[in-house]
């Protein structure tokens, strides 16, 4: 396994003292299983996502990087908008869940952890759903706003637990969602709440027309909405012991209750930032 792949889900929680068994492996299973799920986030989330590319002003011949793109669908529409004179770099450690280059799609294997994006190359810079799983998010998002060009667009997506946390989750459910959670901000880093430091995050680099909003919708059982995330804890359960649980505590009971019709809480916030670099 090479170390990009190694690196694949640091976002998930890590089994105590075995830093190997948390990593999605090559079984057709596993990688079957995070393509389906990277697709069900795509579903939940891309008309949120578009709509800000949109508002930015994406538009034919623009060079764009899409951040951490997972199975590649936001990559793959920026290149409909910018057309054949303009160019899309896809970034991400583990490229298995999207389709090769192709077309202006340049897909590109980098851990952007530790290695640069870019330097004044493109005309937006975006990235969903990935700056908060990474302790390095405040070095990332420098390093995106490097990757851009002066006067253009850094565009980022993260959630914000304050609200989720602040509603009546049922049990069993709530207490899953919290240990795992709580888990992964403990070994890695995990930050549930950096959708609210966004704006902050913008203004303090100097970016101009720093702007964005917050979303939230309704997770109902065993859909899109819900399983995006549900199937992210049943796969942490794969691989982690029982003890990481209170004495007694039936994990897959509560992925259970997830996906019964009947099954209905808020999302946490989507919050969604832009804005944009300084002319020289
Ligand atoms: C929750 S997924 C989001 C995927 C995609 N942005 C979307 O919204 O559909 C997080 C993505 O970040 C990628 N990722 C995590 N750590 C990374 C790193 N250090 N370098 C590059 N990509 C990373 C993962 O491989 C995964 O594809």
């Known amino acids: ?27 057709p299973d596993q990688v079957r299983r995070e393509q389906d799920r990277l697709r069900m986030l795509s579903r939940v989330a891309d008309g ?15 060079h764009c990087c899409d951040v951490g793109s997972g199975a590649g669908v936001v990559a793959a529409w920026m290149a409909e908008q910018v057309g054949p004179t303009g160019r899309v770099v896809s970034l991400d450690v583990d490229t298995r869940f999207q389709p090769p280059s192709s ?14 994006i870019g330097e004044s190359e493109f005309d937006l810079v975006h990235a969903r759903a990935v700056l908060q799983h990474l302790a390095q998010r405040e070095a990332v ?25 602040a509603q009546p989750v049922p049990e069993p459910f709530a207490t899953l969602s919290r240990t795992l959670r709580d888990l992964s901000s403990r070994q890695h880093g995990y930050d549930g709440m950096w959708g609210r430091m966004l704006i902050n ?21 065993g859909t899109d909405s819900a399983e995006w995330y549900v ?5 942490a359960l794969d691989v982690l012991p029982a003890d990481v649980f209170p004495s007694g505590f039936d994990p897959r009971a509560a992925i259970a209750q997830a996906r019964e019709p009947s099954f209905a809480i808020l999302s946490p916030i989507s919050v969604t930032a832009w804005g944009r670099k300084p002319d020289r």
């Open 201 to 221: 995050a913008f203004a303090s680099r100097g970016l101009n027309e720093v702007n964005g909003r917050g979303e939230v919708w309704t997770m109902h059982g």
């Open 1 to 27: 396994m090479s170390t990009a792949m190694c690196r694949t889900a640091s976002w998930l929680p890590r089994v105590p003292d075995s830093p190997e068994s948390y990593r999605i492996n090559d079984a």
């Open 103 to 116: 077309g202006v799609v340049e897909v590109r294997n980098v851990d952007i952890a530790t290695e640069p």
């Open 48 to 62: 949120r996502t578009r709509r800000a590319l949109v508002e930015v002003g994406i538009a034919p011949g623009w």
């Open 141 to 165: 998002l420098d390093a995106m706003v490097t990757a851009t060009k002066p006067g253009g667009w850094i565009v980022v997506s993260d959630v914000d637990w304050i609200q989720y946390d």
């Open 231 to 235: 199937a992210a804890l049943e796969r």
